[in-house]
């Protein structure tokens, strides 16, 4: 099965600066890369994905790097603000059989905004 | 549109009882998929159904089931409680599937004494 590995487990980064999240996936045939944003006690909030098809999707502050060659995609915020601090999840679909399977996630990055 | 709601929000088991969660995705969404959260494992897939069919499996024990009803609710049941079940379970909804868009509920907190 998929297999995905995130790094680092904890990022502390000062306020306005860039935070950078990578992770790699083992399975080639996986197409879907979403991340997820967890605050303390809340449910996992989906902030951006990307599909196996593109190689690089933004939105505002944020933004998603595939690289399909080498199985790995990576999160960029940048001019981070102390609402950025929470748990970042990234994930991978991989296929099996005639269908996808469930996401498999990574450990998860707990992002630290200095003031 | 509503977001994804889950009953009973906390629950206290004891060893060796039974539980039933419930998971009420958006509306129009068919594929509902569950997840255990714990601090060692992390996220994991348990199951996903879509149009009341289990189409995917993650791997955990029999112990584990579920299913979805013909308005898209599912229900998720775990049999003889064990301590190491003391987790997070959080659903996910999406239109179609694992491909698409999955927006979690805020899960069920679920104690095994």
């Known amino acids: 099965g998929e297999n995905v590995e995130q790094h680092p487990s904890t990022l502390s980064v000062q306020e306005g600066d860039s935070a950078v999240i990578k992770c790699t996936y083992s399975?080639?045939?996986?197409?879907?890369f979403p991340w997820y944003k967890q605050e303390l006690g809340k449910r996992p909030q989906l902030i951006i994905d990307i599909r196996s098809n593109v190689g690089e999707k933004k939105d505002q502050r944020i933004a998603v790097t595939l690289n399909k060659t080498a199985k790995h995609f990576s999160l960029h915020i940048t001019e981070t603000q102390p609402e950025d601090s929470a748990v970042y999840f990234c994930a991978a679909s991989g296929y099996s059989g005639g269908g996808a399977d469930g996401l498999t996630f990574g450990k998860g990055t707990h992002l630290i905004i200095q003031p | 549109k509503a977001g994804v709601t889950q009953t009973p929000r906390y629950l206290i088991k004891t060893r060796g009882q039974q539980v039933t969660l419930s998971c009420s995705p958006i509306?129009?969404?068919?594929?509902v998929s569950w997840y255990q959260q714990t601090p060692g494992q992390g996220l994991q897939f348990l199951f996903e159904y879509f149009s009341e069919t289990q189409r995917n499996k993650g791997n955990f024990p029999g112990r584990f089931s579920g299913r979805q009803f013909s308005n898209s609710r599912s229900e998720m049941n775990v049999s003889t409680l064990e301590l190491g079940d003391s987790a997070l379970y959080l659903c996910?909804?999406?239109?179609?599937?694992?491909?698409?868009?999955?927006?979690f509920g805020p899960g069920t907190r679920l104690t095994v004494t």
């Open positions: 996910a909804s999406s239109l179609a599937g694992q491909t698409y868009e999955q927006y």
């Open positions: 399975d080639s045939a996986s197409n879907y």
């Open positions: 509306s129009g969404h068919r594929s």
